[in-house]
């Protein structure tokens, strides 16, 4: 029987008998493809195992030299089994979405049919549903794994697949990112504190498209009494707010960037150029692609039938940013605090809908300023 490899670097199916012998004196079923596939990943797939000392919890980069005060948290949970006749993205077995690497070259921007639009609406209902109940379970003392298994559960429930799982070997189904986590956090055995504020990145793959959202959450009533964490936040969220209400057909797409650089300036943050909004659909990125900084150089002008994320990362501090050794966390390089927001979005005829709009009962929401 087929499991999947358990490099860190692989993600394919295997029907090989090799097993970590550390894991499996944990009780951890850990199979790999052959000698090479474990050989070469064992730098990064020891620090799954469990701390040598016995502790529940230890920093696999004890090293590398953090921005900020989060610190990663392993070992890391096993990877979350998919339910059999859920429908898969074609990288959920191997790690690599060949459909998408295949569409980067061609760089043309879709409209989508009626036909379609109509799945994504529901596509779209679905992904907001299961973000809003997982966001309903932030709080302090609960960690960033249990918030991916509430999370994983709820698209299981719907039969959604969670589209991070495996996408270029990502291990988790949503990203969690903490305080000076700009994007890609990783969920494992960090504890919320009050005070924290915590981005949830949601993609599901249902009815064969892809809907992407997110919010940053306060975590408890410290981080919504300290002023410049509310200036961040709702900032942040203004920003995005902004560029929605300027879409529109015949629009520049280098024209978004332009509105949310001026709204974070005037407010004293700063805006990451690293990471920015894309097209969604039948891939999970696609054209095109939407910088979130003034004069940039992005193509394409707004049609009806495009959906497209908008997702402005904002800044305490510098914009600049950098990665954790795991390849995936991008924090900001002075370690202060970043907050994101996104929605995906349906150019009209006359404008925009916002398929991933938030309902009366959504969780989160507007704080005031304090001044």
Request: charged share 25%; net charge neutral; aromatic share 6%.
């Amino acid at each position: 029987m087929a499991t999947v490899c358990a490099s860190p670097t692989c993600g394919k199916d295997t029907e090989s008998a090799l097993k970590c012998p550390v894991c499996l004196k944990n009780g951890v079923n850990s199979v790999f493809c052959d000698q090479s596939c474990f050989r070469s990943s064992w730098s990064v797939h020891k620090h799954i195992h469990p701390s040598e000392d016995g502790t529940d919890s230890y920093n696999p980069f004890p090293d590398f030299s953090f921005s900020g005060e989060l610190r990663p948290a392993y070992p890391l949970s096993d990877r979350r089994p998919v339910a059999k006749h859920i429908k898969l993205p074609d990288y959920a077995k191997n790690g690599k979405p060949i459909s998408e690497i295949k569409n980067d070259r061609v760089g043309r921007i879709t409209q989508l049919s009626e036909k379609d639009i109509k799945k994504m609406r529901k596509v779209s209902k679905v992904s907001r549903e299961i973000l809003d109940v997982t966001a309903s379970h932030v709080r302090p003392g609960i960690t960033t794994d249990e918030l991916d298994a509430i999370l994983h559960k709820e698209c299981m429930k719907r039969n959604a697949y969670p589209s991070p799982l495996n996408y270029y070997n990502f291990p988790k189904s949503v990203c969690t990112s903490i305080n000076e986590v700009i994007c890609h956090g990783i969920p494992d055995k960090t504890v919320l504190k009050d005070g924290d504020i915590i981005n949830l990145d949601v993609t599901i793959y249902y009815m064969g498209l892809h809907s992407d959202l997110n919010e940053t959450y306060y975590v408890g009533d410290k981080a919504k009494c300290d002023p410049d964490t509310v200036r961040l936040v709702e900032t942040t969220r203004e920003c995005l707010d902004l560029a929605i209400k300027a879409v529109k057909p015949g629009l520049a797409f280098r024209e978004l960037g332009n509105i949310i650089q001026a709204h974070a300036t005037k407010n004293d943050c700063s805006v990451v150029r690293t990471y920015c909004g894309h097209g969604i659909g039948e891939l999970f990125h696609c054209q095109p692609n939407i910088p979130h900084y003034a004069k940039n150089k992005a193509i394409g002008i707004i049609k009806p039938g495009m959906v497209f994320t908008i997702e402005p990362m904002l800044c305490l501090g510098t914009h600049k940013d950098m990665s954790w050794p795991d390849n995936w966390t991008a924090v900001t390089e002075d370690g202060k605090k970043s907050a994101q927001f996104e929605h995906m979005l349906l150019a009209t005829e006359t404008g925009v809908e916002v398929l991933t709009a938030r309902s009366e009962t959504s969780p989160g929401g507007p704080v005031a300023r304090i001044e």
